[in-house]
């Protein structure tokens, strides 16, 4: 604990390190609290959560044991009222209960105080969990915020795909590889899947997302540079257990320099580094480019879950899936997914201008 010390004055607490810049936290909770009591604490934390409904409880029970409290209050919104953010209430000898509303998790971080106190929180925390919603796939979409990286929880649209119909035989067997592997609890490793534009890649993640039971993350392009970021460990420590997918990752999988700060090198940490007996993170990569142009040891044994390559459905399954859609044009080539599935769109082209002569 750092103190600032006067003469005739009680030390007190140097609270200028406790800020954070972590994915949208007003302040850092774990810092906080070794700032304020000088203890290591224990931690529980529950997500997908009422945090509202939570917090109501909690302080007719709670609020005159509390001694201390903080909050933040943001507008994530132009034009919106300022709501409830991050939210800290300190109670009993040293209990911190932290509250955020925009990623619906809550912390309970104790130390001295015995657990059969605590517990009664997490009790009544237990009873404001969400419940889980089957029938609905969502994804976590990461995002700079104003802070650094954040993750926004959004519904997908289920997909009515038929792996038999859409895929060539070849990838029946890949597909119940990948979905055994993403099932396991506590796995990780990487699943690197390529093809040219319009085989149907994007198309089967979004299917994957409603087939397995864990958090799946999905990393855009454009910030794909973060892998090699701090704040993102920070990010994935709060959500182990879970997938992190990567669209269009040609640039990631393909560069690498000597001194190993580069995406390779990070997905190999997460994937079979130190880190990942920690994380236990799964990865999807899709790409476009050959698989002859991917680093190698992204390859190896061991840390590949699987790889597959997306081509033409062949003739056969292509005028099958036509006749099915409804269409009645027949195929006599392999044809990519997006044009059987988008026959009705008309193509228009210029016309010739020509002289008119008498």
Not at 177 to 204: A, C, F, Q, S, V
Not at 303 to 327: H, T, W
Request: with cysteine; hydrophobic share 35%; proline share 3%.
């Amino acid at each position: 604990m750092i103190f600032s010390k006067k003469k005739n004055q009680a030390a007190i607490p140097d609270l200028s390190v406790v800020g954070s810049g972590i994915h949208g936290e007003f302040l850092s909770h774990k810092r906080l609290y070794v700032q304020i009591t000088g203890q290591i604490p224990n931690s529980i934390a529950e997500s997908e959560i009422d945090v509202e409904r939570f917090k109501l409880l909690f302080l007719k029970t709670y609020q005159q044991q509390c001694w201390n409290s903080y909050y933040n209050r943001r507008a994530f919104d132009s034009h919106e009222i300022s709501k409830y953010d991050d939210v800290y209430y300190f109670l009993l000898k040293d209990v911190l209960v932290y509250l955020n509303h925009r990623s619906e998790d809550v912390h309970i971080l104790f130390s001295q105080t015995q657990y059969k106190y605590v517990s009664r929180i997490h009790k009544l925390l237990l009873t404001c969990m969400k419940p889980k919603e089957m029938d609905k796939p969502f994804i976590n979409i990461m995002n700079t915020g104003r802070n650094g990286l954040e993750l926004t929880r959004l519904e997908i649209k289920r997909t009515d795909l038929e792996i038999e119909t859409h895929y060539n035989d070849d990838f029946l067997q890949a597909d119940r590889t990948i979905k055994k592997r993403l099932n396991k609890d506590m796995d990780k490793g990487i699943i690197l899947l390529h093809g040219e534009p319009g085989t149907g890649k994007t198309t089967y993640i979004k299917h994957l997302i409603a087939q397995v039971n864990k958090d799946v993350i999905f990393m855009p392009p454009n910030i794909a540079a973060d892998l090699t970021s701090p704040a993102l460990m920070t990010l994935l420590l709060d959500k182990p257990n879970s997938i992190l997918v990567i669209e269009d990752a040609e640039n990631i999988v393909t560069s690498r320099d000597h001194q190993g700060n580069s995406p390779v090198s990070a997905i190999l940490n997460l994937s079979d580094g130190i880190l990942s007996d920690c994380l236990n993170i799964q990865i999807i990569c899709s790409f476009n480019t050959d698989l002859k142009n991917v680093d190698k040891a992204l390859l190896r044994r061991g840390r590949l879950i699987a790889k597959y390559e997306f081509g033409k459905l062949d003739v056969e399954k292509s005028n099958s899936l036509s006749r099915k859609l409804g269409f009645d044009r027949l195929f006599t080539e392999p044809q990519i997914l997006t044009d059987i599935f988008n026959q009705e769109e008309q193509t228009f082209q210029k016309l010739e201008r020509r002289a008119i002569g008498f």
